[in-house]
């Protein structure tokens, strides 16, 4: 059980990965230096970003500037659908790799699984890991089917899957896939957008514990061993949402979150939506 923001998960290749990390998707481009400042003052060292959010830059630039070493960072992004195959893949890397100001990433990920292009990916994927370009690979929005086709065209499995993960998409199937299977899973839009906040449950909790509702429902990610990526560009959101480590649920109250669960999307359906 994590105790504290700098607890990390260990992925199935060793590498440590900090449990919890920050979202950076739309922050605008001009928010982003006080953003990233505000989360490095909160405690952050986890980022996650993608070549489709166009913010590698200002991060990468916000990154390098600050005070923090690169070893002390987890810095994560994902290739995008336009370049997924094996050279496409390569050359987006290397452009991220740019972008962020960085020699190595932490965590390359597939943004999203793509019908018939996702295995190049995955093999341009190994190729960088094997290479030492970056600690861990993985992917987003990958179902069973498509962590099936990896695991039998490819050769390393993946160390992370990235998921639409909160109160009412709970991802029960793909969490025990991904537990059977030695994969972290990660939970993106953690929060839902705000949207649950109201949630009876969810509000109760908030009383109970004395805390917001959104450190409920990331206290709750952590409780059930999912790294997660809440994004703010609000200071006060921004560490409050780190400050998840000085309460406990019990496990009836994880148990009053789990049945909140209704698969119910904010995004796409990998299973039947590929963006072509
Ligand atoms: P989120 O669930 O983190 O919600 C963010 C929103 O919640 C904020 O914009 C703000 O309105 C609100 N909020 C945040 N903290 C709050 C607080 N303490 N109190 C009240 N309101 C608060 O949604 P997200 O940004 O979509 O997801 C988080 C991260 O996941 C993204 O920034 C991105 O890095 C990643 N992501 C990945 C994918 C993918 O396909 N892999 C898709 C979407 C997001």
Partial sequence: MAISSNDKYL???????????????KIENELMNDTIHAALNAGYRHFDTAAFYQNEQELGKALSESDVSREELFITSKVW???????ATL?????????????????YLIHWPVEGKYTDAWKALEKLYEEEKVRAIGVSNFHKQHLEDIFEACRIKPMVDQLEYHPQLAQKEMKAFCEDNNIQLEAWAPLGRGRYFDDPVIHNLA???DKTPAQVILRWDIQKEVSTIPKSITPERIQQN???????????????????????????????FSFD
């Fill in 91 to 107: 050359k987006a890397f290397d452009k991220s790799l740019q972008n962020l100001r960085t020699d190595y990433l932490d965590l």
């Fill in 207 to 209: 009383n109970k514990y």
């Fill in 242 to 272: 780190i400050d998840i480590f000085d309460f406990e649920l019990t496990q009836q109250d994880v148990t009053m979150i789990d049945q909140l669960d209704q698969d119910n999307r904010l995004g796409k359906n990998p299973d039947n």
């Fill in 11 to 25: 992925l199935n290749n060793g590498v440590e990965m900090p449990v919890i990390g920050f979202g950076v998707y």
């Fill in 81 to 87: 659908n336009d370049d997924l195959g094996y050279e």
